[in-house]
């Protein structure tokens, strides 16, 4: 399988924990994206990478959340001291260069953390 | 910013035909997206709009009109697999790379 997988699919965890969610993209994509999901709604930006530079962060990403992807490869979401509010479906999405003429992302499947 | 609206949900019968408007604000607009999300899964792609009209793949068509900042998405003979929610996208002038916006989402439910 050559998409987007993210691990773990799902966590739960008891609040003031932390958590650290990976994402491994398509392989020629340069660009990484991370969104959250709450139920009912659409994904929310949270963040962008160029290879490894992060260009845009959202206001959503409070200073308890933290994104890297240290090599340009795969990527990994940690938040904090989590709080109950956090509790969502964490989507990671890449693109090629292509994707300014196609708007196409790719998404994984998910990261669902549950605070207890 | 940016913010786009959405019906919320639209019920329909297999073989009909269902239009999902989305109507969006945004400070530079560069293109329209649709994707598709079954409950559990990921989002995937349907079909992109960045200049006016119409835009046929399949049984699904998405149609742009950048002066009246809406489009919509065409579900045709609709099946019970098409039973989803639906998400238009914008993409800005202003946005990093292909970083989008969505709507809070359609959900489609086909009956019998």
């Known amino acids: 399988d050559t998409g987007v997988s993210q691990d773990p699919r799902h966590k739960i965890t008891k609040r003031g924990q932390n958590v650290t969610f990976r994402c491994d993209p398509i392989?020629?994509?340069?660009?990484l994206y991370w969104y959250r999901q709450t139920l009912g709604q659409g994904p929310e930006f949270l963040t962008y990478?160029?290879?490894?530079?992060?260009?845009?962060k959202s206001r959503l990403l409070s200073d308890r959340f933290s994104a890297e992807r240290p090599k340009g490869s795969f990527s990994t979401l940690e938040i904090q001291r989590t709080e109950q509010g956090d509790s969502a479906m964490y989507l990671c999405?890449?693109?090629?260069?292509?994707?300014?003429?196609?708007?196409?992302?790719?998404f994984g499947e998910g990261s669902r953390l549950t605070v207890l | 910013g940016q913010s786009l609206e959405q019906p919320s949900e639209v019920t329909a019968v297999e073989g009909a035909i269902v239009q999902i408007n989305c109507t969006y604000q945004t400070s530079g607009f560069y293109g329209l997206s649709w994707y598709q999300q079954h409950d559990g899964g990921a989002p995937t792609f349907l079909s992109y709009?960045?200049?006016?009209g119409l835009e046929e793949t399949g049984r699904f068509s998405s149609f742009l009109s950048r002066s009246d900042s809406y489009g919509y998405l065409l579900l045709q003979e609709l099946q019970m697999k098409d039973s989803a929610s639906y998400f238009c996208a914008v993409r800005d002038l202003e946005a990093a790379g292909n970083k989008l916006t969505f709507g809070g989402g359609t959900r489609v439910l086909v009956k019998p």
């Open positions: 392989s020629e994509h340069n660009r």
């Open positions: 709009n960045a200049l006016d």
């Open positions: 999405a890449s693109s090629s260069p292509l994707a300014g003429v196609t708007g196409e992302l790719f």
């Open positions: 990478f160029q290879n490894e530079a992060q260009l845009e």
